[in-house]
């Protein structure tokens, strides 16, 4: 169980940052000079960010700052323009999306992005397909072996289901759900992959507060479960604060300040990035 | 629970097709099928089959194609030949079960050299090409030797009968049921839903788009061997856009993604323009206007409340409930 709300973050052999339990094991993701540009606009630029195993990461930023641009580059949504991303010790670039998630990168969508027409069971099965699946000739023949496989990935979906307590639901179409069902379905989809790290892209957003304190609860409760690295885009102040370990905060596409949550919040950049600059009077 | 709904459901498919075979089976034993009536059975089979088919891309990978035609007649050529090459070598038997799965193979190696360029392209890109595709097949069959060219392929032997049909119509209706309900099938179903959400779940996109295109091509294939081999001739006429866009009404009528309503519609939509064959030049008329009027009833609102008091497994629910209810009643006094 890693339950440590004030952290110590130390720093590792290359500079980057991570909470102390993490810097005896090498770092889970570790990007190095990442950028892209689309035609001539370069929309992230010079992007480092380093990842412990089990740390909570923030990416936060004003609008249009490039965020999810990252989160799609890490997901191999785009090719990066330059720049690596080390997932694990492994170079994920020109691997497909697909890959990317089977390597161990799993996220959550700004938008909900569910599978409306399928139950929830369903929906998380579909994130267990490629360590439950029997191959075409048995499904079709519905062999012994395809209804051991079904078996086996319907009890692993309700086990995760049972982690938000959303049994009840496992037969209900997705797209019926509450919102904030939905929210919690998409991370439990997420995590069937069995990912190294989590993205979670803007997590609060259309929650109230009493949903935004359960959610802070839940993130940190999957860390501890599942022993996983979590980042989350999120413009929740309290949450990110209350929350995160390490916050990088980005405007323009670059990174303009990393640290602790303490840090972040005196430091002048960001409050510039954020407020505009203070007139000296 | 859904679980249980979603059995029930695929056993009733299976059973409207059992009983069909049944009732044809006894009509013509016992010789009150009409010539005429006997005649439907194996074209009626031939469209379960495409319309099941179809489903598959349109209904549950939710991707419009217009080229089931193209793959059909891929078939039928493929199938045909193949009988008319080894008719003298083989019997019918054995013939004719070889000459099936000549005609599904290759009319699913065609989709697997259109599929991997084509199923690049979204939407209503995919439509035209596709449509493209099933002219350039018939361009192609018309235009060269082997297949006769427009005159029509002659000479093969007429091995298919109802009882083959219907068996080719159960494996279908059992081997596409079988994989909407796996593993594979959610992977499909999960791409019409959502693609990127499915790319990021790990579903490898390509792979499953093509593997639903090339089932359906198979089984179009298929049903052009049984259609090959129940005529004399075999002309590439037959499998125009024309018989594309009758295959995709089946599919829309009988709802997409329902592999019941295909069968059904499949069924009623081969009947409708026989029986109104005697009204001559009406036929195509009332046959429109009905089309219509089923797609809008189908359609509307108030028509859900009617299909309810029509839907079997309800009313057996209800009948259940009740009974179980009076013995509660009993039981208590």
């Not at chain 1, 069971?121 to 496989?149: A, C, E, M, W």
């Amino acid at each position: 169980m890693i339950r440590n709300n004030d952290v110590k973050m130390v720093p590792l052999p290359s500079n980057a940052i991570v909470p102390e339990r993490d810097v005896d094991k090498p770092p889970v993701l570790s990007v190095h000079q990442l950028g892209i540009d689309f035609g001539g606009l370069t929309a992230v630029d010079n992007f480092n960010f380093i990842m412990g195993r089990t740390e909570i990461g923030g990416l936060i930023g004003p609008n249009g700052a490039g965020k999810t641009t990252v989160f799609n580059l890490l997901t191999n949504v785009y090719q990066p323009t330059r720049g690596t991303i080390l997932l694990d010790g492994v170079n994920t670039s020109g691997k497909s999306v697909s890959q990317v998630s089977r390597m161990g990168i799993a996220r959550t969508f700004q938008n909900i992005r569910l599978f409306d027409r399928m139950s929830v069971i369903d929906n998380v099965k579909i994130g267990l397909h490629n360590r439950y699946d029997s191959n075409l000739l048995s499904s079709v023949l519905h062999t012994p072996g395809y209804f051991r496989h079904e078996k086996q990935a319907d009890e692993k979906a309700m086990e995760l289901l049972s982690f938000f307590d959303m049994q009840d639901y496992a037969q209900h179409d997705a797209g019926s759900l509450p919102y904030g069902a939905q929210r919690r379905i998409e991370i439990v989809r997420a995590l069937a992959t069995e990912p190294k790290v989590l993205l979670l892209d803007e997590p609060a957003a259309g929650m109230n507060p009493s949903e935004t304190e359960e959610l802070a609860e839940n993130i940190r409760r999957i860390r501890d479960t599942f022993g996983i690295a979590i980042v989350l885009i999120e413009h929740d102040m309290n949450l990110v604060m209350g929350v995160c370990e390490g916050i990088a905060v980005l405007n323009y596409g670059r990174i303009i300040a990393k640290g602790t949550p303490d840090e972040i919040k005196s430091n002048p950049d960001v409050i510039e990035a954020y407020l505009g600059k203070q007139e000296d009077r | 629970m859904k679980k249980k709904i979603v059995f029930k459901e695929k056993y009733i498919s299976y059973l409207i097709i059992v009983v069909m075979f049944a009732a044809a089976v006894v009509m013509i034993r016992t010789g009150t099928a009409s010539r005429k009536l006997q005649s439907w059975l194996v074209p009626i089979c031939i469209n379960i089959i495409l319309a099941v088919s179809l489903n598959l891309t349109v209904g549950f990978l939710g991707e419009l194609t217009l080229g089931h035609a193209g793959f059909m007649s891929v078939g039928a050529y493929a199938g045909c030949i193949f009988s008319q090459a080894v008719q003298n070598v083989m019997p019918a038997a054995v013939r004719f079960p070889l000459a099936i799965l000549v005609g599904g193979l290759s009319a699913a190696l065609f989709s697997v050299i259109i599929g991997v360029p084509v199923l690049r392209l979204k939407g209503d890109y995919l439509a035209i090409v596709t449509l493209a595709f099933g002219e350039i097949v018939k361009s192609i069959i018309i235009n060269l030797n082997i297949t006769g060219g427009a005159a029509g392929l002659r000479g093969t032997p007429q091995d298919s009968n109802y009882i083959w049909a219907f068996a080719l119509t159960l494996v279908t209706v059992v081997v596409i049921t079988n994989l909407t309900e796996s593993g594979q099938g959610r992977a499909i179903k999960a791409i019409r839903d959502n693609r990127i959400a499915a790319e990021a779940s790990g579903i490898d996109v390509t792979y499953y788009r093509l593997m639903a295109f090339v089932i359906a091509a198979f089984f179009a294939g298929v049903a052009g061997v049984l259609y090959g081999h129940n005529y004399s001739i075999t002309s590439a006429g037959t499998f125009d856009y024309n018989k594309s866009i009758e295959i995709l009404v089946l599919v829309v009528l009988g709802g997409l993604g329902s592999i019941r309503g295909s069968i059904i519609a499949a069924t009623l939509l081969y009947i409708l323009p026989e029986v109104l064959r005697d009204l001559q030049d009406y036929r195509m008329i009332i046959y429109s206007v009905v089309l219509i009027l089923i797609m809008i009833i189908n359609s509307s609102e108030q028509f859900s409340s009617v299909k309810e008091l029509l839907d079997i497994r309800k009313a057996f629910r209800k009948l259940f409930s009740e009974k179980q209810k009076g013995e509660a009643l009993n039981d208590q006094e």
